[in-house]
């Protein structure tokens, strides 16, 4: 190997041109070579590298290598190949060249693609080894990373990074510097308006009101007396990775090295950034999470904690935070930077404006901006795509600039998120613990901010808080899914609301959580502490109705008063009521309320968007049942219709929700029926169990009709048929032996139900329990079955006859479990909206849960031989489909098919029990969905294992089985013989159960 240069190459003016070596995989990289290497060549410079292989003696790669000893700079692109690998080693050519320039003492400047949307059948190298390639091409980024730091690039920015490298390297061989330009010092004025304008800032952001308690308006609460971390899960951008709704996270963060439980705060020391490098990883954050769950309380977190200095930050010491909620976007705001200066100067009301307008611009100018970018979801999706352009761009141009941006689940898909270049968080519900001291924050606060008694006070806010905690963990509130709701900050803080001054049980339902919210603060509480009320909640209610119902119709999260105040001033003239001046009232509601929150004097908006649905909800009920009233169809048609329309809209699915679980007279018969006469409920399955789930009264007969209708076409039918079999099964079954449709609906892959077979129900519990007859078969797999592993050797078992459950335990049968059981934790994931909805599987739950849970349902775990004997009911192929699987068949990640078979979707969650074909014992997915705990321990081979179908146990292991696959994987891992395992302890997103008796 040649030797180390002492020291590099210089480069005198009137020296020989350097030669630069090009290194890459070839097949990928083609054009990007020729880019480059005409970047090279404008720079003065020869492009230095073998593009073709002559036939020589020696191995092209000594050739190679040769080119890089000779060479005075390397330049290393590396895309999603691996590339090719000499006599079989583990080092790809384009590694070893990597190695060789880094051994001879050749600078390298090395070039990443950006981490965004791959196609591994098109990006990846070749072959059945690409997945192992992929790995080895990962451990050898890390090391590049680790060594010399790369720039990322895309398809625009290659040349130009590339160029500007290429130029800075040249200025120092020279003995100058790179040509950059000379920082802006700023002004004495400048620097003074600066320390105002953080001063304001954290004034601003100190403090959250509380509405309903204050002499005037609200309770200001300092933000450090209130906040209570919040669980956040990072997701690291891998290229496999699509997280529009957080689906994978928990089980990425399980096998990474990052710790999950951060705050925004901790989360940004992970970007690591500095204002004058351009060889960082990432550019910004993304924060996501459910409505109300708490991502602007971690932006105002970040801004009070940089200004006050009250947490080390691995940014810039010098670096500004800046606040900017896109609920205050406006038309003429066409980039980043416009918005920026208007929104500062429009803001800084104690300012003079022209004083504030070049503030704004000095500030801009000067750079190093840590720009908490707020509510994406709040932008009309007409313009998410525009303003998640705007963010890249500035974030991709301007170096000084670090982005954060939050948004709800429902907002961020396809054209919406961000690329690659932005770390993806997303927020966990609260955990007991942290719920808990929240209210006792939020009482205490409360009871003591205008008490004349403080030390009494104290005494009662701890009495409350008690009281209210010992409520939430009755067994009946805790088994039920209202549960959730004290996992989310806003509706914990509801629920606080409710409790302290209703003195009453607390509702079961989110609508009348929101209803009882609504009325205390439009009047209960200032009734209670003898204060005057403007407008009673009864003639404020229905306006605030309208409101919320237009504004929601134009998709605004805020709204000019001017246009409120027509809106108010015609509700009152319809009612009959006297004159009311729209300003009074606007006025009125934001003071006396807070319900409604003003903006900058000319603007309202409600102060959570979850109020603003549940009141457009309500007005679209009163509007339907008006017309109901008076008999008027075609008013009560259109009502629903419209609202129908929005089915597959993601800003109407909280309203839709609202509406169908609103108590009292119930539309859900009449609304769905407008539903599924349409096509926009197709392909939204997970909506449709979501709305049976959360329906005050579920009526099975818009689908019973439907599947009645022989006219009607066969894919929604089989839609039809999934709703029906998850939430009314009995009515299914009904119309599968009256009608035979169950033949129709099997044959079209979808779902069915075997009419006649024979069960019985466990003991508790409502576990239904297949009969299975005992028989012997073949355990494992063959040789020649594809992704097979060395632990599933073939041998003979013969199986006595069990019972097994027809699906996985669902939620609704783990809560009468835990309304029995007061010491028993719920499920890790029991408050996820993702997987707790009452017929989907119960999963984080662990092995040990899982056998209490047996026990008490007078039942136990299978055998992992009874497990695999009743999954294949007699078939001897990978899955009792067949050959391969499709997601119509089995819920797995379907971009990774099995043995040349379709691919299709990834739902990136469990779906409903029932929702896919049974095999032939009659058993409900027992490929995919959730991986499900046998009894046994786990043993890396079945060399000694029993062959009469009882469990293996090892006393004291601690490993046991698993076996199904779950949601989130690949075909082959849900094979009839596939085999999991994880500690007994373990609590995983895609982890449930099926029960066994014998």
């Not at 451990?139 to 680790?146: L, S, T």
């Amino acid at each position: 190997m040649a030797k180390k240069r002492e020291q590099p190459r210089t480069q005198q003016a009137d020296a020989p041109p350097l030669k630069v070596f090009v290194s890459s995989t070839y097949l990928d990289n083609v054009q990007r070579r020729r880019l480059v290497q005409d970047v090279i060549i404008q720079a003065g410079m020869i492009p230095h590298a073998m593009e073709f292989w002559p036939a020589q003696e020696r191995e092209p790669q000594d050739l190679s290598l040769d080119y890089v000893r000779e060479a005075d700079l390397f330049v290393g692109i590396l895309g999603w190949r691996f590339g090719w690998t000499p006599d079989g080693g583990t080092k790809s050519i384009t590694e070893m060249e990597y190695d060789e320039a880094g051994e001879v003492g050749v600078e390298r400047l090395m070039f990443e693609i950006e981490r965004g949307a791959v196609d591994p059948d098109k990006d990846f190298d070749d072959g059945p080894d690409k997945y192992d390639k992929q790995k080895l091409l990962e451990a050898f980024k890390r090391r590049v990373q680790r060594d010399v730091h790369p720039q990322w690039f895309n398809a625009e920015t290659l040349t130009g990074r590339v160029a500007t490298a290429l130029h800075n390297h040249l200025a120092k061989l020279r003995g100058g510097e790179a040509a950059e330009p000379e920082p802006q010092r700023p002004t004495p004025a400048f620097d003074q308006q600066l320390a105002v304008f953080l001063d304001q800032l954290a004034r601003r952001h100190d403090a959250l009101s509380l509405a309903g308690f204050s002499k005037r308006v609200r309770v200001e609460m300092r933000l450090q007396d209130l906040y209570v971390p919040m669980r956040v899960m990072l997701n690291t951008r891998l290229e496999d990775d699509e997280f529009g709704s957080g689906r994978e996270a928990d089980e990425k963060l399980r096998h990474s090295d990052r710790h999950d439980d951060l705050n925004l705060v901790q989360a940004l020391e992970l970007l690591k950034v500095t204002a004058t490098t351009d060889d960082r990883r990432h550019r910004g954050i993304v924060v996501l999470g459910d409505p109300g769950s708490g991502k602007t309380t971690h932006l105002r977190r970040v801004v009070f904690s940089m200004v006050r200095g009250e947490e080390r930050l691995h940014l810039p010491a010098d670096m500004v935070p800046v606040f900017l909620p896109l609920r205050a976007l406006k038309a003429e705001d066409t980039t980043l930077r416009k918005f920026f200066l208007r929104f500062l100067t429009e803001e800084d009301d104690d300012n003079d404006p022209d004083i504030a307008e070049g503030f704004a611009k000095s500030l801009w100018k000067r750079g190093n901006l840590l720009l908490l970018v707020d509510g994406l979801d709040e932008v009309p999706e007409e313009r998410r795509a525009e303003i998640r352009k705007w963010i890249e761009d500035a974030a991709r141009k301007r170096d000084d600039l670090v982005c954060v941006v939050t948004c709800r689940y429902a907002g961020y898909k396809q054209k919406a998120r961000l690329g690659g270049g932005f770390l993806e968080l997303h927020l966990r519900p609260l955990t007991n613990e942290s719920a808990e001291r929240f209210i006792h924050n939020w009482y205490r606060v409360v009871e003591t901010t205008f008490a004349q008694d403080v030390s009494a006070a104290r005494k009662r806010a701890v009495q409350r808080a008690e009281d209210l905690v010992e409520r939430l963990r009755l067994p009946d509130f805790r088994a039920s899914r209202v549960y959730e709701m004290i996992r989310n900050p806003l509706l914990l803080t509801a629920v606080c609301l409710v409790h302290r001054d209703r003195g009453r049980d607390l509702p079961d339902r989110r609508a009348d959580l929101y209803l009882e919210c609504v009325r205390v603060l439009l009047e209960l509480w200032r009734d209670a502490a003898g204060l005057a009320v403007t407008f009673p909640e009864k003639e404020a209610r229905p306006v605030l109705r309208r409101i919320a119902l237009s504004m929601q119709e134009q998709k605004l999260a805020r709204a000019p008063a001017r246009v409120l105040r027509e809106i108010v001033e015609t509700a009152f003239r319809d009612t009959g009521s006297a004159t009311v001046d729209g300003d009074t009232f606007l006025c009125a509601i934001r003071d006396e309320s807070g319900l409604l929150t003003g903006w900058s004097g000319d603007e309202y908006g409600f102060m959570h968007l979850g109020f603003q649905e549940f009141l457009a909800a309500e007005e679209i009920r009163e509007r339907a049942l008006a017309a109901a009233v008076a008999r008027d169809d075609a008013a009560y048609e259109a009502v629903l219709r419209e609202l129908a329309a929005h089915f597959d809209d993601s800003w109407w699915h909280e309203v839709i929700l609202l509406v169908l679980s609103i108590d009292g007279q119930s539309l859900f018969a009449p609304l769905l029926r407008e539903v599924v006469a349409g096509q926009a409920w197709l392909g939204q399955d997970e909506f449709v169990d979501q709305c049976l789930g959360d329906a005050f009264e579920f009526d099975p007969a818009p689908f019973v009709e439907l599947l009645e209708d022989e006219t009607v076409d066969a894919e929604r039918r089989r839609a039809a048929a999934r709703a029906l079999r998850s939430h009314d099964p009995e009515r299914f079954e009904q119309i599968v032996v009256e009608r035979w449709i169950e033949s129709e609906i099997r044959s079209a892959g979808t779902v069915g139900s075997p009419a006649l077979r024979a069960t019985t129900l466990s003991p508790r519990g409502g576990i239904e329990l297949v009969a299975i007859a005992g028989g012997t078969f073949t355990m494992g797999s063959p040789e020649t079955e594809r992704q097979r592993d060395d632990d599933e050797d073939p041998h003979r078992v013969v199986v006595p006859e069990f019972q097994l459950a027809s699906f996985a335990v669902t939620n609704e049968q783990y809560g009468r479990y835990l309304a029995e059981n007061p010491d028993a934790e719920e499920p890790e994931y029991w408050a996820d909206k993702r997987f707790n909805q009452p017929n989907q599987p119960v999963v984080g739950v662990s092995w040990d849960e899982a056998r209490a849970f047996c026990a008490w349902a007078g039942l136990r775990l299978p055998s992992e031989a009874e497990w695999e004997y009743a999954c294949r009911a007699g078939t001897t192929t990978p899955f009792w489909f067949g050959e391969t699987i499709t997601t119509r068949q089995v819920n797995f990640d379907g971009r990774f098919p099995y043995a040349g078979g379709e691919k299709g979707g990834y739902r990136q969650r469990t779906v409903p029990v029932g929702s896919l074909p049974p095999n032939g014992y009659g058993l409900y997915e027992m490929h995919g969905n959730v991986w499900e705990w046998c009894e046994d321990t786990w043993h890396k081979s079945y060399d000694g294992a029993p062959c009469d179908g009882s469990a293996w146990v090892n006393v004291g292991a601690a490993y046991r089985v698993m076996r199904g696959g779950g949601w989130f994987e690949a075909a082959g891992g849900c094979r009839s013989a596939c085999r999991g395992k994880n500690q007994s302890g373990f609590r995983g997103y895609s982890t449930g159960f099926r029960p066994a008796r014998s």
